[in-house]
T-cell receptor, first 115, second 110 residues
């Protein structure tokens, strides 16, 4: 299957700082990528849909100015958590839509801890 | 609005004890039903995509089936390494978004 990578795999930061998470499709081009958030023992919560070359589409209740998404190329999308606070601590997972395989492949996730 | 309900929430099996997980769904214009496996602290791993009622797919001890209202993931003679959370998702309409169920936590005891 196709491979999606995320970097970093975990990050600890101080409250008020910004954190950038990268998501790359390694062996296919992805015009559409997704960002999810997952709380312990809960399912995936879609935050936004990222389309290459255009603005991201955010789900209801997700703050656009807090979670900045950029999809500048067909293999890279980034999520920046701005002015992070402890309540932003979570497991963030990206995925990429493989049009050829008609399947959504997930990255390994990034665990964020805001102190 | 697309909806996915998975049952049971948790399932404990003895090694070799076959069983099935259920995924009931409502969707406007099904484009695909997806099964993923998720291990603790990791991203979901793709298992199957089913597109139309009557379709079946197999991979090792797993077999996924699809009807117009639900999908089953059958696990034959499971092993402890099959322990994981199994997620079901549907894709409908004209975009690539997936709607996920809450998952079934499967534990296989040796």
């Amino acid at each position: 299957g196709a491979v999606v990578s995320q970097h970093p795999s975990w990050v600890i930061c101080k409250s008020g700082t910004s954190v950038k998470i990268e998501c790359r499709s390694l062996d296919f081009q992805a015009t559409t990528m997704f960002w999810y958030r997952q709380f312990p023992k809960q399912s995936l919560m879609l935050m936004a849909t990222s389309n290459e070359g255009s603005k991201a589409t955010y789900e209801q209740g997700v703050e656009k100015d807090k979670f900045l998404i950029n999809h500048a190329s067909l293999t890279l999308s980034t999520l920046t958590v701005t002015s992070a606070h402890p309540e932003d601590s979570s497991f963030y997972i990206c995925s990429a839509w493989d049009r050829e395989g008609e399947t959504q492949y997930f990255g390994p996730g990034t665990r964020l801890l805001v102190l | 609005e697309d909806q996915v309900t998975q049952s049971p929430e948790a399932l404990r099996l003895q090694e070799g004890e076959s069983s099935s997980l259920n995924c009931s769904y409502t969707v406007s214009g099904l484009r695909g039903l997806f099964w993923y496996r998720q291990d603790p602290g990791k991203g979901p791993e793709f298992l199957f995509t089913l597109y139309s009622a009557g379709e079946e797919k197999e991979k090792e001890r797993l077999k996924a089936t699809l009807t117009k209202k639900e999908s089953f993931l059958h696990i034959t003679a499971p092993k402890p390494e099959d322990s994981a959370t199994y997620l079901c998702a549907v894709q409908g309409g004209s975009n690539y978004k997936l709607t996920f169920g809450k998952g079934t936590l499967l534990t296989v005891n040796p």
